[in-house]
């Protein structure tokens, strides 16, 4: 049995002040929920403070990115080491990374690698857009994504993966439950291409992309969809929080 997994990405949301005050508003009912991991991710300059108000609560923290590099003349970037030291998971390859930033399959590659060796759990986050969606290219890609961001790198049980089709960030329409866990079940039959299937069938895959508490249920009874990258829907306490009730074995 995997454990669910619900991880919140605050994205570009919340000053200093307002994330100690969404971190301590977590903190008790999440804690309360039993059989469900919880990550959230506030922006780099939160960490500290998210870490300090969740500190000994079963809520782990996260970061939205990272270079790859160790240390350096790199201007505006963080470095593996400086976030192990404050948290212990990072969304790597989120596709705002991807199609904002430019990032491409190479460079997330190196950064799921050098996570690793820095003792972070990497979140690789992969999915298609709409025009290859509608090309019927979603197979091609998320193979390409999947291959290309795990080459070379040893099995490692640190490892997560969220399918998030960019079509369904942020946008209120969410992939339907069959159509997440069929993509979903293409990524564990690549993933045991790479790593065997014992391997892959411990592996955590969540799905992303207008999770809330009203499709959390429906998503999380597909066999494949072992939780959630939640956006929008982790900025509010009780909607979080509701996401992860509904995610807890008990409550499917
Ligand atoms: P959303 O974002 O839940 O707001 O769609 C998900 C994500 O980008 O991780």
Sequence with gaps: ?????????????????????????????????????????????????????????????????????????????????????????????HSERRHIFLEDDALVNKKVAAALSAGLKPILAVGERLEERNAGDTEQVITRQVRAGLAGIAADEALIIAYEPVWAIGTGIAASPEAAGET????????AELYGDEFA????????????????????????????LVGGASLKATDFVSIVRQSAPAAG
């Design 201 to 228: 069938q411990a592996l955590r895959i969540l799905y992303g992309g207008s999770v809330t508490p009203d499709n959390i249920a429906e998503l999380r009874a597909q066999r494949e969809v072992d939780g959630g």
């Design 1 to 93: 049995m995997r454990t669910p997994l619900i991880a919140g990405n605050w994205k570009m949301n919340t000053t200093t002040t307002e994330a100690r005050v969404l971190a301590s508003d977590l903190r008790g009912p999440l804690d309360s929920i039993e059989g469900v991991e919880t990550v959230v991710c506030p922006p780099f300059v939160s960490l500290a403070t998210v870490a300090d108000a969740l500190r000994r609560s079963s809520v782990k923290v996260g970061a939205q990115n990272m270079h790859y590099e160790a240390k350096g003349a790199f201007t505006g970037e963080i470095a593996p080491a400086m976030l192990a030291d404050l948290c212990e998971y990072v969304i790597l390859g």
């Design 184 to 191: 979903i079940g293409l990524v564990r039959r690549l993933v």
